[in-house]
């Protein structure tokens, strides 16, 4: 038996069955195309930690390296929660005026500012203000029962001009804690002028406020600010972790902020903020 057989005869391809198969051997040789890889791109966010002294000195801040100065254009998010509430109302004006005044003191207290924002409990409000008694104290205090103290001897040597910060939360509640405030404010605070490297001068300050079942705890600060500032943003930073950025409120030359954390809190605990401020086209201003 012969095993040596010839191949079949092939019969010759067309030009075009050449071109076919040249075609897709080419395909095949190409190297597959690349998709564009997919990169997050996390936020810029640039704050101030503010230590403020209510001292006369000014506000004095610490800006990490990511921070964006005045002649850049901040990309951090924008607030989402705000504490202003307007004008104070017609009607609490007298409350207020009165929270503004010591026991003893003549009176009553000369508004420079005020203003109606948000308080410390979803159903209250507080009011703010700064204050100037028009006439120095002749009377002693009356010995009536009373929250604030105004020292056997008025006001310090540091604080002769009369002005002060105050707050009243309303209305009163069993749960609000302190529904009042005013503290002196030391002459050279007050004639501390605000500058395009420091814009905001700090009139006064609490970061330790809370309810009285200790389950909110909140911090505020009223600043006279410069002519640059448009727009105040604060956050709490709790055991490393930070809150939402809070809108406060710039007007007629001061300004407000306010936070306020819930959990549970001890006596004496404090609320570390970090303040932010921009200008009317949305750069970041220096504050230290």
Known sequence: MNTQLEPPRVPPMSAAERSRIRNQLMDKTRPAPQRPA?????PVVGVAAVAAVVAGTLVVTHQSPSDVGAAGT?????????????????????????????????????????????????DSTTLVAVARNTKMATAQPSGKPSGRKPGKGGAPSTAKLGYRTCM?????????????????????????????????????????????????????????????????????????????????????????????????FKVGQRLPTEVRAFDAQGRQVQLG
């Open 74 to 122: 901040s990309v951090a998010p924008e607030a989402k929660v705000g504490v202003d509430l307007g004008a104070v109302p017609q009607s609490d004006l007298a409350k207020i005026i009165a929270e503004c005044q010591f026991p003893g003191e003549g009176g009553p207290a000369e508004l420079l500012w005020s203003r109606h924002v948000r308080g410390i409990t979803k």
């Open 38 to 42: 997919r990169h997050r791109i996390a």
């Open 168 to 264: 009243a939360r309303t209305p009163p509640s069993g749960k609000l804690g302190a529904v009042g405030a005013v503290a002196r404010l030391e002459d050279r605070a007050w004639q501390t002028q605000p500058t395009a490297e420091h814009a905001l001068v700090t009139l006064g300050t609490s970061d330790g406020d809370f309810t009285n079942n200790l389950t909110t705890l909140q911090a505020w600060r009223i600043y006279r600010a410069h002519p640059d500032v448009a727009k105040i943003e604060a956050r709490y930073v709790l055991n490393g972790r930070p809150g939402p950025w809070t809108s406060g409120v710039v007007d007629g030359g001061f300004a407000y902020i306010e936070v306020q954390a819930n959990g549970k």
